[in-house]
Every structure is written in structure tokens, then in C-alpha cells.
């Protein structure tokens, strides 16, 4: 059996990301064994098309919304987050860690 492309990883872990928890593009790429690679991350969710994909969760790894402020994105994006009980405030996201890796999401924090 064959691993998994570098696209196939990052759509898994985005589609690993909880409901009403976001990560960082950074944070994705590494999540699918592509340390450094947040620019294909950025990429691969900008040509994607499925509807499916809870691609509103994925943010900068400042917490904010990388489209432009007001777009219909960034409107979308902001819309989606809320829905899903996140705080989201002038396009950032505060309140909220990141899960180290998908065991922690998966499991809860080790101890």
C-alpha cells in the first residue's frame, strides 16, 4: 500500500480539526508530516472544492482570517467560526489553543 500524497495528508488533517476548534496553516502541514509546507497548505485549500471540508477552521497562526477584511471569505469564514460557538473578534479568533497534534485532539492532552 502506497502513503498517502502530500494533498491526501493535509486534506486529512483539516478534516481532523474539531468542530469549534481551529489550527494554524503552519499547524496543518505539520499535522500531516509536512513541517514548513503552510504555503501548500494555503494552496491546496485555495483550489479545493468540496463543500465538505471544514476548511473555516484553518487560520494564520495569529489567529486571524487570511481573507481581506470584509470579503465575502472573510464574511463567510467569520459566519462559519460563530456558528460553530467560536469567539472570533475583528477577524481573529482569541480564547482559543491549538491541539499539539492529532493524538491530542483525538485523545485529550498527555500528562
Do not use: C
Not at 467560536?86 to 482569541?94: I, L, N, Q, S, T
Request: hydrophobic fraction near 35%; charged fraction near 30%.
Amino acid at each position: 500500500m502506497s502513503e498517502p500524497n502530500a494533498e491526501t495528508r493535509i486534506l486529512h488533517a483539516i478534516r481532523a480539526i474539531p468542530r469549534g476548534q481551529v489550527a494554524g496553516y503552519g499547524e496543518v502541514a505539520r499535522r500531516a508530516g509536512l513541517p514548513g509546507r503552510a504555503r501548500l497548505v494555503a494552496r491546496i485549500l485555495g483550489q479545493n472544492e468540496d463543500p465538505d471540508l471544514p476548511w473555516h477552521r484553518v487560520l494564520r497562526s495569529d489567529g486571524r482570517i487570511a481573507f481581506p477584511e470584509g470579503s465575502r471569505g472573510w464574511r463567510e469564514q467569520s459566519q462559519r467560526l460563530r456558528a460553530e460557538g467560536v469567539r472570533v473578534e475583528k477577524g481573529r479568533v482569541r480564547g482559543l489553543k491549538a491541539a499539539r497534534d492529532l493524538d491530542e485532539v483525538l485523545w485529550g492532552p498527555s500528562r
